[in-house]
């Protein structure tokens, strides 16, 4: 079955620090990968996507991501991070156009804490 | 912006009784999900529509669960009877485009089981 798996479930980090959030994924086919941000109290929102061509992808706020794909691996990246990036951060994954399958797979998510 | 609407916010019930969640998508929006999330825990989907037609549900607890889109626009969500374990948030999203992933989620639901 397929899986992401989002290893750090907490991160803290100062202000101005880099930061990178693992994603990995459990599938052999295509695949459609996305980051979403849900703030504090407000609503589960995109934050970038991959579907194909280049691998390292830019998305809103300052945030990229890279597809790996010999390492199954989505990863977050930030060169330096504001407070108010502080928020609760979920990869997703959903088979690309070659599957009949339908479901979207979110990972456990990791808790971004930034320290003013 | 068009949003995706959920009523209510909040909702508390002791077991046993029933509850019942709204949802209405960005206007145009054929696909249509309801997912439950527990604090701590990603999004698990529930059940998936395609107009009026449930595409995905093999994780809707059937026994207790339903849900319906009967004009392929709003959709209910319903438990009978609640039990404690369904305490969580019930997220609605929709989507333009089946199976691209890209979802537009609602504020969600907030149930409490007594």
């Known amino acids: 079955a397929q899986s992401v798996s989002q290893h750090n479930h907490h991160v803290i980090l100062s202000e101005a620090a880099s930061l990178e959030l693992g994603c990995n994924y459990s599938?052999?086919?295509?695949?459609?990968l996305f980051w979403y941000v849900q703030y504090p109290g407000q609503h589960l929102q995109l934050l970038l996507k991959?579907?194909?061509?280049?691998?390292l992808v830019k998305g809103i706020k300052g945030f990229e991501a890279e597809f790996i794909k010999s390492k199954f691996s989505f990863n977050l990246r930030k060169p330096s991070v504001q407070w108010s990036d502080t928020a609760e951060y979920f990869c997703?994954?959903?088979?690309?156009?070659?599957?009949?399958?339908?479901?979207?797979?979110f990972g456990s998510g990791t808790r971004l804490s930034i320290r003013p | 912006e068009a949003e995706v609407a959920q009523s209510p916010r909040y909702k508390i019930t002791e077991k046993s009784q029933a509850v019942a969640f709204w949802c209405d998508p960005i206007?145009?929006?054929?696909?249509l999900y309801w997912y439950r999330q527990i604090l701590g825990q990603g999004p698990e989907l529930l059940v998936q529509f395609q107009d009026e037609s449930v595409v995905d549900d093999s994780q809707l607890p059937k026994d207790r669960f339903s849900a319906e889109r009967l004009k392929g626009v709003d959709s209910t969500l319903k438990i009978q009877p609640a039990e404690l374990g369904d305490s969580a948030m019930y997220l609605c999203?929709?989507?333009?485009?089946?199976?691209?992933?890209?979802?537009?989620f609602g504020e969600g639901s907030r149930l409490t089981v007594l």
């Open positions: 599938y052999g086919g295509t695949v459609n």
């Open positions: 997703a994954v959903t088979l690309g156009p070659d599957s009949s399958a339908s479901k979207i797979i």
């Open positions: 206007s145009g929006h054929a696909t």
């Open positions: 991959y579907f194909s061509g280049d691998p």
């Open positions: 999203a929709s989507s333009g485009q089946q199976n691209t992933g890209e979802l537009f």
